[in-house]
């Protein structure tokens, strides 16, 4: 099983860095896995070490800052503008 890497690029509404505090969260839509994490982020973030069975792994993505709506998103999804 390999290992797949998330890079993040956050910004709020005005479009300026998001500076805040975020929980990330991974659900597998294949398995009971859920990754959870917190963390302060600025503008850009880096989630590593993401289990990766192949071309059909998929995960639910949720992101929820602390001072804004959460956004909820499914990975891959080459059209999603989240």
Sequence with gaps: ?????????????AGADLNDFL????????SSTHTQNNTRVQRN??????????AGTVYKLV????????CNSSLPSPTATH
């Design 1 to 13: 099983m390999g290992k797949a890497t998330l890079q993040l690029e956050l910004s709020n509404a």
């Design 23 to 30: 929980r990330i969260e991974l659900f597998s839509a294949t």
């Design 45 to 54: 973030i880096t989630v590593n070490g993401i289990e990766a069975a192949g």
């Design 63 to 70: 992101l929820t800052p602390s001072n804004y709506a959460s």
